[in-house]
T-cell receptor
């Protein structure tokens, strides 16, 4: 069953704008991870945030985690056309640290 | 370069035929995984292997089989028992110790179409 659910399903913005994607999950987690997938390609890991962390930065990426609300957000600042991709959140938890459960993803389109 | 190689990239199969997807990694990772991706459904775990000669079913293992005879290789067989095999299949690996502190490294995928 799907653990994470991303919102919105699709997002279209102009280059230079910020993009915010949200993820909600249902059960307790060890960590939450964000991945990126270009069309027809494999996924690439972006950032991992542990359950005891509230915010993490990596370059133009900022991830927050609110375990009380079981939600996370991914912010991409100063977006570029090359950021166009699908973005997935995934959670580790539920008794197995080998099972990463993915949401359905947000399709981000950055228009030049 | 280190990475995960999946082959073939595209595969067509007739109904009733078994097909095997190859996954090879040279990252020296202990754990390997197979995911299936359908449009609008995200990724679903088929099988995973924490170590050589051992593997566990994921959420949608029915109609699939795997083997892990070598650390580098984790082939997936889609059998004729899989009722809707047309999908994009992704292989991944992770270092020793699981995903508590580490992430998945993915191959480029194999797209299977049943005619």
């Amino acid at each position: 069953s799907q653990q994470g659910e991303e919102d919105p399903q699709a997002l279209s913005i102009q280059e230079g704008e910020n993009a915010t994607m949200n993820c909600s999950y249902k059960t307790s987690i060890n960590n939450l991870q964000w991945y990126r997938q270009n069309s027809g390609r494999g996924l690439v890991h972006l950032i991992l945030i542990r359950s005891n962390e509230r915010e993490k930065h990596s370059g133009r990426l900022r991830v927050t985690l609110d375990t009380s609300k079981k939600s996370s957000s991914l912010l991409i600042t100063a977006s570029r056309a090359a950021d166009t991709a699908s973005y997935f959140c995934a959670t580790v938890g539920g008794g197995s640290n080998y099972k990463l459960t993915f949401g359905k993803g947000t399709l981000l389109t950055v228009n030049p | 370069d280190g990475g995960i190689t999946q082959s073939p990239k595209y595969l067509f199969r007739k109904e009733g035929q078994n097909v095997t997807l190859s996954c090879e990694q040279n990252l020296n990772h202990d754990a390997m995984y197979w995911y299936r991706q359908d449009p609008g459904q995200g990724l679903r775990l088929i099988y995973y292997s924490q170590i050589v000669n051992d593997f566990q079913k994921g959420d949608i293992a029915e109609g699939y089989s795997v083997s892990r005879e070598k650390k580098e290789s984790f082939p997936l067989t889609v059998t004729s028992a899989q009722k809707n095999p047309t999908a994009f299949y992704l292989c991944a690996s992770s270092p020793q110790g699981g995903l508590d502190t580490g992430e998945l490294f993915f191959g480029e995928g194999s797209r299977l179409t049943v005619l």
